[in-house]
């Protein structure tokens, strides 16, 4: 029996344990092209998406279960491609940076990454080391990145979250954005950074 006859065979409720296993670890949420690299056929795809087995999220995207938002991340990081890294608020989210759930999953896709046009996702082709899953941009990084969007009480905060709770240092923040050419709260960022490097301690005192 060939490949393509051996996937023909899966019961008609069910993914290859393997899969659904890679499914569980991405909430849910597995790309087409990592369907098919299991051996499932593009005949069984179709047949899986009658049954309900797997529901579109996008194009290429598919989850096997409830909705939730880091459903959503996973597949903007899968349709991102493989230098895809959630960032900005996003990551910050996932880092514990802030409570707030963005309304919008933000998504580095690097220089030559795909970019979709979708208000469920933020395609940014900018390069960015991820790490972690969903792999989101580092700590520090993700502090510099977002500060640029924040007012002057948002940037305190941020910073004092990621040095207090996460215990990143000030100085791997300094240097990160020392490595930035542009930055839109560069003055902002470096007194505050000097405050909490002083000893300040939360937002307030900030």
């Known amino acids: 029996m060939g490949p393509e006859e051996?996937?023909?065979v899966i019961p008609r409720t069910s993914l290859p344990d393997e899969l659904l296993a890679l499914a569980v670890r991405q909430a849910n949420v597995l790309s087409r092209a990592q369907?098919?690299?299991?051996?499932?056929?593009?005949r069984v795809i179709e047949r899986l998406l009658r049954d309900d087995v797997l529901r579109p999220i996008a194009r290429g995207v598919y989850s096997t279960g409830p909705t939730q938002w880091l459903q959503h991340a996973w597949a903007g990081v899968l349709l991102g491609g493989g230098s895809a890294v959630l960032g900005l608020s996003s990551a910050a989210f996932v880092q514990r940076l802030t409570s707030?759930?963005?309304?919008?999953?933000?998504?580095?896709?690097?220089?030559?990454?795909?970019?979709d046009r979708d208000p469920r996702w933020r395609f940014i082709r900018s390069d960015r080391l991820g790490s972690g899953e969903p792999p989101r941009t580092r700590p520090a990084q993700t502090v510099v990145d977002l500060s640029a969007e924040l007012d002057p009480d948002g940037v305190?905060?941020?910073?004092?979250?990621?040095?207090?709770?996460?215990r990143v240092s000030p100085r791997a923040i300094q240097q990160v954005l020392e490595g930035r050419a542009r930055h839109a709260r560069r003055q902002l960022l470096r007194r505050v950074l000097a405050d909490v490097a002083a000893g300040a301690e939360s937002a307030l005192e900030v």
Do not use: K, N, W, Y
């Not at 369907?35 to 593009?42: A, L, Q, T």
């Not at 305190?156 to 996460?166: H, I, K, P, R, S």
């Open 6 to 8: 051996a996937t023909d």
């Open 35 to 42: 369907v098919m690299g299991f051996g499932v056929s593009p």
């Open 100 to 115: 707030i759930q963005p309304p919008q999953v933000d998504v580095f896709v690097g220089t030559h990454g795909r970019v």
């Open 156 to 166: 305190a905060a941020l910073v004092a979250t990621a040095v207090g709770q996460l």
